[in-house]
């Protein structure tokens, strides 16, 4: 069964997202050279008469290579009253197409001996492969398939089927999973009803029990096109023949209408705001919540660093203070959700049983102020600036990695060739920068608090005036 992450949220630039980073003591003597090193991803791109954008980097390191499909479509392309059909269209499009019987998508790239999957965010919607480099073509031809001919053998059963998977998988990941129902209940606490992000990816029970056969093929044939789309093929490759078996797959494939990305405005937190959830779990947790701005917009490098410095590693802010120093937390994380149109900044702490959110709350205030009256240490950023630059660096390592970043940068920054431009933000971080982004986003703003606390535990919660 293809599944996404749990979260169904885009990854800041750089950090992880959804839980807490990779233990990291400090930096070594040496370390800041790694904020220094030059990356970029050698690659050749062209456009077929259709609209479809093509990526090609060559990678002989090892005889394998990666296709990965980007449709520029995500939850926040969709409409109130017609939520997940983006998610939806990520498992339908595994159950057959004009050519490929049911199944049949997934057996033929097993025994080639390649696996593939796909995910879906609010921005975007996407399939790849991994595979010995001789089985590229066939890869192509999948995709070209399911691209021009998945409505031919679409059928009220094939949906009525990837309709009760995907509600299985909404129990699964929300409803039955502990702290699940944090997914949920963000959403429409930190956007307005009619704003695209405003509601999960993965839709709601009623919009996925009311979609009609002829509602998903419109979805399709409206995203689904060439002109809405772009392919990164990256490894053992010859780019002339690569780009023969595109423009043969693909090239028949008609333009589809043009698609305007979403251009709804970033709402700003009129107020800060708290909410309780009960939940069959044993620990109270606490989720703080700040605006803060798009994919690649100014300040984002800054708030990734921010994010890192209060919970990347043992010796980060909140983690040596709630869980070593104080032992009043398992966990800690933080992350900065930038996607297309609007930025999020999470903090999350799971406490020990019985521990007072309001602990938890006052503390985290409390880190976050000490970094807006007074920046970071040179030291403590080259820290995370270079666990950032590592993680990078490591994505990069596989086909599969370099293909995701090179879509990534095309659809976010329109610039496939975007890794040094990305780099350079980074390197360019001052202490001062981290402590502006502290007072300009987070200390003392609007913000969302929601806390998840065992059932018949209220007096756990977070409390205004407290």
């Known amino acids: 069964m293809k599944r996404t992450t749990p979260f169904l949220v885009a990854c800041a630039a750089l950090a992880a997202c959804g839980a807490p980073p990779p233990a990291a003591g400090p930096a070594p003597a040496a370390a800041p050279a790694a904020a220094q ?4 991803i050698p690659h050749t791109t062209f456009t077929l008469d259709n609209g479809l954008r093509v990526i090609v980097a060559e990678d002989h390191s090892a005889p394998l290579a990666a296709v990965n ?5 995500g939850s926040g392309y969709e409409r109130p009253g017609r939520t997940g059909f983006a998610h939806l269209f990520e498992h339908i499009m595994f159950e057959g197409s004009k050519n490929v019987p049911e199944g049949d998508f997934d057996n033929w790239l097993e025994a080639a001996g390649a696996r593939n999957n796909g995910s879906t965010n609010t921005d975007r919607t996407n399939y790849y492969e991994v595979m010995p480099s001789n089985a590229v073509e066939l890869a192509l031809w999948l995709e ?8 031919d053998a679409m059928s009220p059963a094939k949906l009525e ?15 039955n999973q502990p702290y699940g129902l944090l997914w949920e209940a963000a959403p429409p606490l930190l956007y307005p009803a009619s704003h695209p992000y405003s509601w999960t990816t993965i839709g709601s029970m009623a919009d996925l029990d009311a979609a009609q056969l002829e509602d998903v093929n419109q979805f399709f044939r409206t995203y689904y096109a060439p002109n809405n789309a772009s392919i990164a093929i990256v490894g053992d490759v010859d780019p002339q023949q690569v780009r023969q078996w595109v423009e043969r797959y693909f090239g028949w494939i ?14 700003a937190l009129a107020a800060t705001t708290y909410t309780t959830r009960e939940d069959r779990v044993t620990l109270p947790e606490l989720t703080m919540i700040w605006r803060t701005g798009p994919r690649f917009s100014a300040d984002e490098a800054a708030l990734n660093a921010l994010v890192a410095i209060l919970t990347q590693g043992k010796s980060s802010r909140l983690y040596k203070r709630l869980v070593y120093d104080e032992q009043v937390a398992a966990f800690t994380a933080a992350w900065n959700d930038a996607s297309l149109i609007s930025g999020d900044l999470w903090v999350r702490v799971r406490a020990k049983p019985d521990v007072d959110l309001d602990r938890i709350e006052a503390a985290v205030n409390e880190e976050v102020a000490r970094l807006a009256q007074t920046a970071p240490s040179r030291q403590e950023l080259d820290r995370v600036v270079n666990g950032l630059v590592t993680g990078f660096v490591g994505a990069l390592e596989t086909v599969e990695g370099k293909a995701e970043r090179l879509n990534h940068y095309l659809y976010y920054a329109g610039n496939p060739g975007y890794s040094e431009q990305d780099l350079a933000r980074y390197r360019a971080l001052t202490p001062a920068d981290v402590q502006r982004v502290a007072q300009q986003y987070v200390a003392g703003r609007p913000r969302v608090l929601i806390s ?15």
């Open 37 to 40: 090193m030059q990356v970029s």
């Open 69 to 73: 499909v980007w449709y520029h479509v």
């Open 144 to 151: 070209a398939d399911r691209m021009g001919g998945l409505l």
């Open 161 to 175: 089927g990837q309709r009760g998977v995907v509600k299985n998988e909404r129990r699964q990941n929300y409803e």
């Open 254 to 267: 008609p333009r589809g209408a043009e698609v305007e990305r979403p251009r709804d405005p970033q709402p």
């Open 452 to 466: 998840i606390v065992p059932q018949g535990k209220t007096e756990l919660a977070a409390q205004e005036n407290q």
